[in-house]
């Protein structure tokens, strides 16, 4: 039992450049999400979804988009990645809210 | 719109206690919870409180929910240096009981003297 698995830990793009966020769970979670982490602001929320098929913007979407194909996968894409996107990316997953969410370990990008 | 607050530092000696405060906005919240994040780590669910308690206790930790006043605490009994660390205070959102994701504070730093 993995938990949370994100992919890759550490990123460095350039400016305009696109890439792809991994995520996977096998606990059979409903709910996933993800979240930046930025210093002195705490972690918020970019996009979230409750099941395959149906995703929704959080607090922070802009530059960023998801997909859920499958229960296990949620990929966050950064479509023209800028320095403001620089940033530490949590994802989470959760099989009902009263258990809490359980958070991968993150991937830390660096845009320059 | 939701916004959780905490201060952003908190020292105490090795072996005290350690109360960290937080407060919230929503009055729809659901649940309530606490999240340790180490260094360099995710973040780690130490406990939850639904909105109809006061109270919980689990080993060392004690969270107190103050509902008139929108205010939640965590207590940490005898303190290690092990118990350094960011804690963060979230809350449910919305309409969705959690399913739609979390609001979190700041997060308090934790500094443990000895």
């Known amino acids: 039992n993995a938990g949370v698995t994100q992919t890759p830990k550490f990123q460095v793009l350039k400016t305009g450049q696109s890439m792809t966020l991994q995520c996977a769970q096998d606990m059979n979670h409903e709910y996933m999400s993800w979240y930046r982490q930025d210093p002195g602001m705490g972690l918020r929320l970019i996009h979230y979804s409750v099941g395959a098929g149906i995703t929704d913007q959080g607090e922070v979407p802009n530059g960023y988009n998801v997909s859920r194909s499958t229960t296990e996968d949620f990929p966050l894409r950064l479509l023209s990645a800028a320095p403001s996107q620089t940033s530490v990316y949590f994802c989470?997953?959760?099989?009902?809210?009263?258990?809490?969410?359980?958070f991968g370990s993150g991937t830390r990008l660096t845009v320059v | 719109g939701e916004d959780v607050e905490q201060s952003l530092f908190l020292s105490v000696r090795e072996g005290d206690s350690s109360v960290i405060n937080c407060t919230y906005t929503d009055s729809s919240s659901t649940y309530l919870y606490w999240y340790k994040q180490e260094p360099g780590a995710g973040l780690q669910l130490l406990t939850y409180?639904?909105?109809?308690?006061d109270m919980k206790q689990d080993q060392r930790l004690t969270v107190l929910l103050n509902k008139k006043d929108k205010h939640l605490s965590l207590r940490i009994a005898d303190t290690q240096t092990g118990d350094s660390a960011i804690y963060f205070c979230a809350e449910s959102t919305g309409s969705g009981g959690g399913a739609d994701g979390l609001t979190f504070g700041k997060g308090t730093h934790l500094i443990i003297q000895p």
């Open positions: 409180i639904f909105s109809n308690m």
């Open positions: 989470a997953s959760s099989y009902y809210s009263f258990y809490g969410y359980t």
